[in-house]
């Protein structure tokens, strides 16, 4: 079960588009976006090819 980072809170809502993949927590005091971690390390490996 997904677990807010910021909050803790578990209730969440999967957001996916072309660039970003991974939950909106939908607690009211927190609000934010966690990105799923394999898109990241996508990401990460892209720059370090590209440089
Ligand atoms: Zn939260």
Do not use: I, N
């Amino acid at each position: 079960m997904w677990k807010c980072p910021f909050c803790g809170g578990s209730l969440g809502q999967p957001f996916q588009d072309s660039q970003l993949h991974g939950m909106l927590c939908l607690s009211p005091d927190c609000g934010r976006f966690d990105v799923h971690d394999a898109k990241e390390e996508r990401f990460a490996d892209w720059r370090e090819t590209d440089l």
